[in-house]
C-alpha cells in the first residue's frame, strides 16, 4: 500500500487520535511532508494563500491530487456569501473540504446550514469557552482556538483547550478541538495533553518535532562505533552465492 493510500486509510480508520495538520498554503512543502505518512491535513487561510502568490482554487486542487484527505478552506463575506461559497468548493472538491468559518453570528449561521447538509465546517478565530459552545451547538467538525494569539494577551491558550475538551467530554459533544497558532512543539505536545484532537502547526513546528540534543550525540556515537565494527560478507551478496544456497 503506497504511502498516500495508508495515510488515507488512516484518516478514515481513526487510527491516530492525535492527529497533524500543516498550517501552510505552500503545496511543494507540504508534498515533502505528506509523504512521510504523519500529515493527517492541511490547513489554510487567506494570508497564507496570498503569501503562495496563488489561486487558492489552483492550492486545493493539486492538495487534492496529492491525495490530503481534509484541507481547511475559508470563506468570507455574509453568511449567504459563505453559505454559498461552500457549496460550491464541496461541489468541487468533494470529501477533502472543510469550509473555515469565523467564530461571528454570520459564521455561525452558514456553519449550521453547511453542517446539516453534512460538508464538515472549521469553525476558526475561537479565543474563549462560549465561543466553542456555540460553534458545537451550530454542527462544527471542528473548532480552532488560537493557542499562541491568546498567550499574546495574557490569556493562557492551553487553558481555553483544556476547558473546550472538558466541556465537550462532559456533554458528549462530538466537535473535535483543533489546536492553532502553535508556534512550539511545547505548545503542540501540551495541546494535546489538554485534550485537542488535533494540532495544526506551520512546517517549522513540525520539523522541531523531530528534534532532540540527545538523539543527535547518540547518532553521532553510533555512527563512530559503527566505523570500528568489523564485517564480514554482506549477508545479501552471501545469500546470493552458489555455496550458501547448497
Known amino acids: 500500500m503506497g504511502t498516500t493510500t495508508q495515510n488515507r486509510t ?4 481513526g487510527l491516530s487520535s492525535m492527529r497533524i495538520f500543516l498550517d501552510t498554503a505552500n503545496t511543494e512543502i507540504i508534498k515533502d511532508y505528506f509523504a512521510t505518512g504523519l500529515v493527517d491535513g492541511v490547513t489554510t487561510n487567506p494570508t497564507l494563500i496570498m503569501k ?7 492550492v486545493y486542487q493539486e492538495l487534492k ?8 478552506m475559508e470563506v468570507m463575506g455574509s453568511a449567504d456569501d459563505m453559505i454559498l461559497e461552500g457549496r460550491e468548493l464541496y461541489k468541487k472538491f468533494g470529501d477533502v473540504t472543510t469550509v473555515k468559518v ?4 454570520e459564521g455561525l449561521v452558514a456553519c449550521r446550514a453547511l453542517s446539516k447538509e453534512l460538508i464538515r465546517v472549521n469553525v476558526t478565530l475561537i479565543f474563549s469557552i462560549p465561543q466553542a459552545v456555540l460553534s458545537a451547538k451550530a454542527g462544527a467538525t471542528y473548532v480552532s482556538p488560537f493557542v499562541g494569539r491568546l498567550d499574546d494577551q495574557q490569556v ?18 462530538r466537535t473535535q478541538v483543533l489546536s492553532a497558532s502553535i508556534r512550539n512543539v511545547h505548545r503542540a505536545v501540551r495541546s494535546w495533553y489538554n485534550g485537542a484532537d488535533v494540532v495544526t502547526m506551520p512546517p517549522a513546528v513540525f520539523n522541531q518535532m ?23 560478507e554482506n549477508p ?8 550458501f544456497r547448497k
Not at 65 to 72: A, E
Not at 164 to 169: G, K, S, V
Open 52 to 58: 503562495s502568490g496563488r489561486d487558492p482554487l489552483d
Open 102 to 105: 469565523p467564530c461571528t453570528r
Open 65 to 72: 491530487d496529492l491525495g490530503v484527505p481534509d484541507i481547511s
Open 10 to 13: 488512516n484518516y478514515q480508520m
Open 210 to 232: 523531530y528534534d532532540h540534543i540527545l538523539t543527535d550525540k547518540g547518532m553521532e556515537l553510533f555512527e563512530e562505533d559503527a566505523k570500528g565494527i568489523v564485517r564480514g
Open 236 to 243: 545479501v551478496d552471501m545469500y546470493k552465492s552458489q555455496e
Open 156 to 173: 493562557a491558550g492551553l487553558e481555553v483547550v483544556r476547558g473546550i475538551a472538558d466541556i465537550y467530554r462532559i456533554h458528549g459533544i
